[in-house]
């Protein structure tokens, strides 16, 4: 959370972060740490001044761990939706000169998640800020003799 202090700061944002702090996850740290960061900046690019974004990370049954990055954004439409992936895809020319970037954060994030045998997916609407969900398979416990 280092990382986007004086961004938050300037814009009188919070950032909360809770969860089990005993999940973890096997993988390369550089490009985990890329992928949370890339959508981290997004939230907070996004949120209005005074927004909140919200950092959840908790272990599921099934052996998943999933990690959420919640913020107070406009949210994206669902024609936007299927697309934000994709490499170089900005939602609109005026959205993108607010906010500097070159369309790759959330493709590198994807692929960072995916080479690690996770997912990522958004869940959004128009108004309603973005959920950036992130899930990753749990390390599998070793075996002790």
Not at 12 to 40: M, P
Not at 100 to 122: N, P
């Amino acid at each position: 959370m280092r990382f986007f202090e004086v961004l938050v700061e300037e814009k009188g944002q919070n950032i909360t972060i809770d969860g089990n702090e005993r999940v973890s996850v096997k993988g390369d740290r550089v490009f985990l740490t890329q992928a949370l960061i890339n959508i981290i900046d997004n939230a907070v690019k996004y949120s209005p001044v005074g927004g909140t974004i919200h950092v959840r990370v908790y272990g599921e049954q099934a052996g998943i761990i999933r990690l959420e990055v919640v913020d107070s954004g406009p949210g994206i439409a669902p024609e936007h939706a299927g697309k934000i992936f994709n490499r170089f895809y900005r939602v609109d020319n005026s959205r993108s000169r607010q906010a500097d970037g070159t369309g790759l954060g959330l493709a590198i994030a994807q692929w960072a998640v995916r080479v690690h045998g996770g997912d990522i997916q958004l869940i959004s609407a128009p108004g309603s800020g973005c959920t950036f969900r992130i899930s990753l398979p749990a390390p599998i416990p070793s075996a002790s003799c």
